[in-house]
């Protein structure tokens, strides 16, 4: 009664454990989910931006290769305006991706491949080129054809000296195209800003137009201090904001930047928080994971609770049939076992008792830690000399009992025993100074001499007696 009642305490505190740790479980997971959103949310922007920089980067860079590839062909030639490297103009807008070229002279004189010339000496990106670098203009509103472009410039290079210049200008209104246009399917919307944060180009959207301040755009709905903001611009340090488009305090809209690394511009996209946050797919795998655990848990402690039950069931049931120093079956359960198994088969089977000669001497000269030592060797060589299917049990002191089953004649049974008193010979134990150990052996057979345990014990008891009688260290089968 005792042993259940703790068992039922021990199920109890378990329980509430698992509970307890599940309600803390649930909670922990719903904080870090939402945590996860954002932060996931933020890195998968800004990986993204950083992408369609580097994409933007590298486009340019491919122009400026290309330009500088024409700038060498022009430089071999006698002079840097002829027929020639007009029509080499020609053929850089019809086979690139630049609307309109120019190649200047270093007085600032442009020829256009539309056959325009004009003076741009004023212009930043000609002083730079001529200073032997690539670069990049602002958006500037062409005065040929009324666009707003940007120019790539590289400087014409003869014999290490500057000669001109020649440039090549993109419609800035396509600009933005350059950037990956595959983003959240579509319904976010890419930026060029400078570094006070106006718009230089804008992509798909209705809320920017080239020129437009993203801070005056939103006011105070932006949620980080734009002076911070500034400072990353300034930087050229990669961030993220949350917009309020609605003025209603709830961030709606994340936009996420990075460094063009070209002008001071910065290269942003912005995409609205329920778009974003539709785009993760590891919700699902976290609520599934979850319930997995959660499944995974509950049957553990079912488990664990029923591997408890079982356990004590078979220590249980274990010590009830076992015998605790020979780990055989003890009287009582050797007794049920035997009629069991005669009730219930209609074979011929061999009745077996065996004693330990002169058992009482060993107690009383070496002690009863040998006596001990002696009976569970004994014990183990019974059971390895019979079958799985045969029982064996110890009934008291060194007595034991076996039924073979299933046995045909008699001299199965001659032989089966005369081989366990040759093993029983053999048996060397130090804790007996290596005295020879011999048995008594008594039989009888089933159903001959008797259908149940009793009758067969009488029996096979007659035929002990007449074993010690004799000479011991022997047996007999009753007749």
């Not at 437009?212 to 903001?229: A, C, G, L, M, S």
């Amino acid at each position: 009664m005792k042993t259940g009642t703790k068992a039922i305490r021990k199920y109890i505190a378990l329980i509430s454990a698992f509970i307890v740790l599940q309600i803390i479980g649930i909670f922990t997971f719903f904080i870090f989910v939402q945590e996860k959103i954002v932060n996931n949310s933020k890195n998968n922007l800004l990986v993204n931006v950083s992408r369609q920089s580097v994409h933007l980067e590298e486009v340019f860079d491919i122009q400026y290769q290309y330009l500088e590839v024409i700038a060498s062909q022009i430089a071999n030639a006698d002079t840097l305006i002829n027929n020639t490297t007009m029509n080499t103009l020609a053929e850089l807008t019809s086979h690139s991706d630049l609307e309109l070229a120019a190649l200047i002279e270093p007085n600032g004189t442009a020829h256009y491949d539309n056959g325009v010339v004009k003076n741009i000496s004023h212009r930043t990106y000609f002083q730079e080129a001529l200073n032997g670098k690539r670069t990049l203009s602002d958006p500037l509103e062409s005065s040929v054809d009324h666009t707003t472009r940007v120019v790539l410039a590289v400087p014409v290079v003869k014999a290490d000296n500057v000669i001109g210049v020649l440039g090549g200008s993109y419609n800035v209104t396509n600009l933005s195209h350059l950037l990956f246009d595959d983003l959240f399917n579509g319904q976010g919307y890419s930026l060029i800003i400078d570094p006070e944060g106006n718009v230089i180009t804008c992509d798909n959207s209705d809320k920017f137009q080239q020129g437009d301040n993203i801070f005056e755009t939103f006011k105070n709905n932006i949620t980080r201090v734009k002076q911070n903001i500034l400072d990353d611009f300034t930087n050229e340090t990669e961030g993220f904001i949350s917009l309020d488009t609605t003025s209603n305090n709830q961030t709606d809209h994340y936009l996420a930047y990075t460094p063009l690394g070209m002008n001071d511009w910065i290269v942003g996209y912005v995409v609205p928080v329920s778009v974003a946050q539709d785009a993760y797919t590891f919700i699902e795998e976290y609520e599934t994971l979850f319930i997995s655990v959660f499944t995974l848990l509950v049957l553990v402690l079912i488990l664990f609770i029923l591997r408890i039950n079982r356990k004590e069931k078979i220590e249980l049931l274990h010590n009830a049939q076992t015998d605790a120093l020979t780990g055989l079956f003890n009287k009582n359960y050797t007794q049920k076992s035997i009629d069991a198994y005669l009730s219930t088969h209609d074979t011929n089977n061999c009745f077996i008792i065996i004693d330990s000669d002169n058992f009482k001497h060993i107690n009383d000269t070496y002690g009863h830690y040998a006596g001990d030592i002696v009976l569970s060797t004994l014990s183990k060589t019974y059971r390895e000399n019979f079958r799985k299917e045969d029982i064996v049990g110890r009934i008291g002191g060194d007595e034991f009992v076996i039924l073979m089953t299933d046995v045909p004649n008699t001299d199965i049974v001659e032989e089966k025993l005369t081989n366990l008193i040759q093993k029983v010979h053999a048996i060397s134990l130090q804790e007996i100074q290596n005295d020879k150990l011999t048995i008594s052996i008594g039989a009888s057979m089933s159903p001959s001499n008797g259908d149940n345990f009793m009758k067969l014990y009488q029996n096979a008891d007659t035929a002990l007696y007449e074993t010690k009688h004799i000479s011991k260290d022997g047996f007999t089968i009753h007749k």
